[in-house]
């Protein structure tokens, strides 16, 4: 994406404090962005949303990881006062918009996941609609609409009507009208879904771009690769239920202790006597053997020099050492039972397109490597 | 923050919210084109009914005697032709009340183009202010444009302008109209804001306009006529024709028009008393009447969306 000028005219904000599911008393930490206190949602029989319990803080980018029908658009629709949740409690900056405290969201944009303009307005018309329902001064709401139009790059079409846009300059002028109002906390719901690769792509530069820049980012995905691109901490939220509540970092250490790390190494002359040093240094939990493929499981990071030592040690030549991460892939598969199972996800977790390419093929190394 | 806005008061919400629908009714064209389908038609019958009964009504100046009257003396004759196709056709201009009502709040909800909206700093309340105001409008620019004209046309066809007091009383004859519409538009905007589909809307609206209010204003009428002793002072007669916003917008003209005075001087009302049945009726009240569903169907819509949950 073509760098945009400098619309953030906010302070940039630390981005500090950690994510815990905690029953804090509300309004005891300032810099609780969000906070939702046993949040339980029904739409007739469906449990959508169950006992959530959730903190953002301020300067947090933080992902919100599930598949279809987690209910992560309900949670959205929630916090921002369009649905009423069945019992329970949300909080924006301390603020209640279930009861009066709508003001708050002058402070908040919204990317929503499905959301419709007027066809016959232009854009510039719809950007002006919002910049005066965020109460923006007629020159601010200028300023404002010319940079951000020039940011997303629609610059040129702010006189078309919006009923031609595609589906990717839609998107883009609904990102622009969420930065109308320099928000301290933007909410996107999906924001790259149904976008080519080429439009995906400059989104998420754009989120990159602004979570850089400090501001609080919520950002609700069921792709799994682009949450672990961007953010800085994840909940996973599958069917209604908060699995997993942690920095990025934290889940994956975790994950590989209760799984191990991969090593896969490649030698020209494979045997026993190799293999038996492998399997005799420490650390080395597991060991298959494939041709010249060898595959260590090793339950500590660290040992991966001991273990290419060993190997070398035992006249093996090696011709490639690979040292598989722990994607959040993997741990979405681990917490939500390969998202599979009833109310399992409609759409496959992955959308077509470049990403696909990349995420699949981790997948399927991953799947080999297991078997 | 100086670039954050400042939320938005109750009005100013409103506001921008009407402002916004205008802007969409003249892009989407409805405002033209509807508003050219009412001017173009109510100018038709204005002029049809200048030059047809021009001269049968003529015949009657010098019965009428400026001080017994509303209608002074030498604009009686035009008088009458302003007001006769608004009269004959109050029950169509009604329709125009719905046209701006029925979708407001159902389509924003079925295009996905509500959240937008009520994910910024504008109450719900805020927001049907501002739906209703879009709607009134929109109906009182092609009202005004509709009278303006339709006057303007009889001036030119019976020669003369009228004098001041008749131009007053024929807008505030328009006036009861229009108050008419806003009713209607208000309760189409209460359909609007609890069913799903724009169809349904609509639907919901006409059969009430046209089953509830008609059957029931007629259903007194006939009530009335098969009774010999229910007077047109019979409470239970009154309570029906009362009900039909259209019959309580013509108590108004009723009165503006003074019928009863014209029908006692022997001029033959013919269309225009069977145009107004709602001959007996309080003009007073017949406003209050009119103010009095707006409050209901407004604050209905306000109760609606202050507790839906737009899912
Ligand atoms: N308006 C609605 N009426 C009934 N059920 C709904 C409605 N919206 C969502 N749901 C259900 O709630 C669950 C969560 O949906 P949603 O919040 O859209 O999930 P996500 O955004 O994670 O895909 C799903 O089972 C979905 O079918
Ligand atoms: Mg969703």
């Excluded at chain 1, 930065?179 to 995906?200: M, Q, S, V």
């Excluded at chain 2, 109906?139 to 339709?150: E, N, R, S, Y």
């Excluded at chain 2, 066809?157 to 538009?185: C, H, K, N, T």
Aim: hydrophobic share 45%; proline share 4%; aromatic share 10%.
């Amino acid at each position: 994406m073509a760098r945009g000028p400098d619309v953030f005219m906010a302070m940039p904000r630390a981005g500090q404090g950690g994510v815990t599911a905690v029953h804090a008393p509300r309004g005891s930490d300032p810099s609780v962005v969000i906070e939702t206190l046993r949040l339980n949602k029904f739409y007739g029989k469906v449990h959508a949303l169950r006992d959530l319990d959730l903190q953002v803080h301020e300067g947090d980018v933080f992902g919100f990881l599930g598949p279809n029908g987690a209910g992560k658009t309900t949670f959205t629709k929630i916090l921002l006062g369009f649905v009423k949740p069945t019992t329970g409690w949300s909080y924006l900056f301390g603020q209640d918009v279930h009861a009066g405290g709508r003001q708050v969201l002058s402070r908040v944009g919204i990317v929503p996941d499905q959301f419709g303009f007027y066809p016959n307005l232009t854009g510039r018309a719809h950007l002006d609609f919002y910049g005066r329902l965020y109460g923006l001064a007629a020159r601010d709401r200028e300023s404002r609409i010319e940079e951000l139009t020039k940011l997303v790059r629609l610059e040129h079409r702010m006189e078309t009507k919006v009923g031609g846009y595609s589906h990717g300059m839609r998107q883009r002028l609904v990102i622009a009208h969420a930065l109308l109002n320099d928000p301290d906390l933007i909410i996107f719901d999906e924001p790259t879904t149904g976008l080519d690769p080429k439009g995906a792509y400059e989104v998420r530069q754009l989120l990159r771009q602004l979570a850089s820049r400090g501001v609080t980012t919520f950002l609700s995905s069921h792709i799994l690769f682009e949450v672990e691109e961007i953010c800085t901490k994840v909940a996973i939220l599958n069917r209604g239920v908060l699995l997993k509540l942690a920095t990025v970092r934290e889940l994956k250490k975790e994950f590989s202790a209760v799984s191990g790390e991969q090593l896969e190494i490649v030698v020209d002359n494979p045997g026993t006597r190799i293999l038996d040093a492998v399997r005799g240094t420490k650390g080395v939990v597991d060991l298959k053997a494939e041709a010249q493929r060898l595959t260590a499981t090793i339950d500590d990071p660290d040992q991966v020099p001991k273990v290419v030592e060993a190997v070398v040690g035992a006249g093996g030549r090696i011709r490639r050492v690979v040292e598989r991460q722990v994607s959040l892939e993997d741990l979405f598969l681990h917490y939500t039972d390969d998202g599979l199972g009833p109310g399992a996800p409609q759409k496959p977790v992955v959308p077509p397109g470049v990403h696909q390419a990349a995420s699949t093929t981790r997948a399927s190394r991953w799947k080999e490597g297991k078997r | 923050m100086s670039t954050q806005g400042r939320g938005l008061g109750f009005w100013d919400g409103a506001w921008q919210i009407a402002r916004k629908d205008t802007l969409v009714h003249l892009r989407t064209r409805r405002l033209l084109i509807i508003g050219g389908f009412y001017v173009i038609s109510f100018l038709g019958l204005a002029l049809l009914f200048a030059v047809f009964f021009r001269e049968f009504f003529s015949g009657f100046y010098d019965r009428l005697s400026g001080e017994a009257f509303y209608i002074s003396k030498a604009n009686a004759v035009m008088a009458i032709y302003l007001f006769m196709p608004l009269i004959g056709a109050s029950s169509l201009l009604q329709l125009l009340g719905i046209i701006f009502g029925y979708d407001a709040v159902v389509r924003e909800h079925e295009d996905k183009s509500l959240f937008l909206i009520l994910s910024k700093p504008v109450s719900r309340e805020s927001f049907i202010a501002g739906k209703f105001l879009g709607s009134i409008l929109s109906i009182g620019a092609i009202f005004i444009v509709l009278g303006a004209a339709t006057y303007l046309l009889v001036a030119l066809v019976v020669g003369e302008m009228p004098s001041p007091g008749d131009a007053i009383r024929y807008f505030l004859g328009l006036g009861f109209i229009l108050m008419g519409l806003f009713a209607l538009s208000a309760m189409a905007l209460f359909f609007s804001s609890w069913v799903k589909t724009t169809g349904m809307s609509l639907t919901v609206s006409l059969l009430v306009w046209i089953l509830v209010l008609f059957a029931i204003s007629t259903g007194g009428d006939i009530y009335r006529g098969v009774n010999e002793e229910v007077g047109a002072d019979d409470p239970v007669y009154l309570l029906t024709q009362y009900i039909n916003p259209t019959i309580a917008a013509k108590s108004g003209m009723h009165f503006i028009l003074n019928l009863d005075a014209l029908a006692e001087a022997g001029v033959p009302l013919g269309a225009i008393a069977l145009a107004s049945s709602g001959i007996n009726l309080d003009p007073l009240v017949g406003f209050l009447w009119l103010v009095a569903w707006v409050v209901v169907f407004l604050g209905g819509t306000i109760v609606v969306v202050r507790n839906r949950n737009f899912e």
